[in-house]
């Protein structure tokens, strides 16, 4: 059974940072692209960024490029979103999804705020 879980949302300050986690589990891992999404209220889920199996190839949407960095431990089964310098506008839910797998977790919540 496919699951995933994500992790590491919170409450932070305007500039912060915080590492979100999402562990998978029920199919193998490393043969999936994994991407991450937000979804704030009132808006249209949001594609964020993208990483390949091996995890040597990522690319992110302009809105988070330069301030986030996807990342991934195929040997755990997990792949991580390092948010750095947050904003308010990056207050939504995360979730991460892997590509081609019709899967969505229940996500983590993430407030920017002072």
């Known amino acids: 059974e496919v699951r995933l879980v994500e992790s590491g949302g919170g409450l932070v300050q305007p500039g912060g940072s915080l590492r979100l986690s999402c562990a998978a589990s029920?199919?193998?891992?490393?043969?999936?692209?994994a991407n991450w999404f937000r979804q704030a209220p009132g808006k249209e889920r949001e594609w964020l960024a993208h990483i390949s199996g091996s995890g040597r190839n990522t690319n992110y949407a302009d809105s988070v490029k330069g301030r986030f960095t996807i990342s991934r431990d195929n040997a755990a089964n997990i792949t991580y979103l390092q948010m750095d310098k947050l904003k308010p506008e990056d207050t939504a839910v995360y979730y991460c999804?892997?590509?081609?797998?019709?899967?969505w977790g229940q996500g983590t919540q993430v407030t920017v705020s002072l």
């Open positions: 999804k892997m590509y081609t797998i019709d899967y």
């Open positions: 029920g199919f193998t891992f490393r043969n999936y692209p």
